[in-house]
T-cell receptor, first 117, second 116 residues
């Protein structure tokens, strides 16, 4: 239970184009989704927190116009990297809040490796 | 503000031996939770173990145990009988009191390599 399906698992795009990453909760309702970015050999850094039906809360230093987050339903949250540049190349991973003992509150998508060329 | 510190960028261990991965934390919240995750090269985050700040006993999950020393603000992960498949990045993370919306704060990670 408490599975988050994240797609795509990897994507290569040209500089200047936009990329959308989806996280779907398959067997539960995700009222809150966290989006993280992880550069190679570094830790997970929180980018933003999204709550269903409201605007996302972005961490300091994260450009909200560049990283568009939509959480329009209880089962789908999306992150769109607009006008991507090589420095946006990173591993992006979502995490949903869950209830129940199995994960003590959090379950993760499998991540998306973005390469901008 | 919360902070997680992992001082071991890399660790080596022989297969079948035990290894301890260090984690210290800092928080002003009276109630908090501590997590350990394993991240293999595929990138997925695999939940290993959880310790609540008010739990009286140290958490254990199979070969994983958490050495929780609240006064020292440390939550070290002990892996017993290491296996080759344990080679991965390991992250310590913390959740604060506002569990409803608070994201996890992660440490910098420790890369564990198990040698045959």
């Amino acid at each position: 239970g408490a599975v988050v399906s994240q797609h795509p698992s990897w994507v290569i795009c040209k500089s200047g184009t936009s990329v959308k990453i989806e996280c779907r909760s398959l067997d539960f309702q995700a009222t809150t989704m966290f989006w993280y970015r992880q550069f190679p050999k570094q830790s997970l850094m929180l980018m933003a927190t999204s709550n269903e039906g409201s605007k996302a809360t972005y961490e300091q230093g994260v450009e909200k116009d560049k990283f568009l987050i939509n959480h329009a339903s209880l089962t789908l949250s999306t992150l769109t990297v607009t006008s991507a540049h090589p420095e946006d190349s990173s591993f992006y991973i979502c995490s949903a809040r869950v209830t129940g003992r199995a994960f003590y509150g959090y379950t993760f998508g499998s991540g998306t490796r973005l390469t901008v060329v | 503000a919360q902070k997680i510190t992992q001082t071991q960028p890399g660790m080596f261990v022989q297969e079948k031996e035990a290894v301890t991965l260090d984690c210290t934390y800092d928080t002003s919240d009276p109630s908090y939770g501590l997590f350990w995750y394993k991240q293999p090269s595929s990138g997925e985050m695999i939940f290993l173990i959880y310790q609540g700040s008010y739990d009286q006993q140290n958490a254990t999950e199979g070969r994983y145990s958490l050495n929780f020393q609240k006064a020292r603000k440390s939550a070290n992960l002990v892996i017993s009988a290491s296996q080759l498949g344990d080679s991965a990045m390991y992250f310590c993370a913390m959740r604060g009191m506002d569990m409803g919306r608070r994201a996890l704060t992660f440490g910098s990670g420790t890369r564990l390599q198990v040698q045959p």
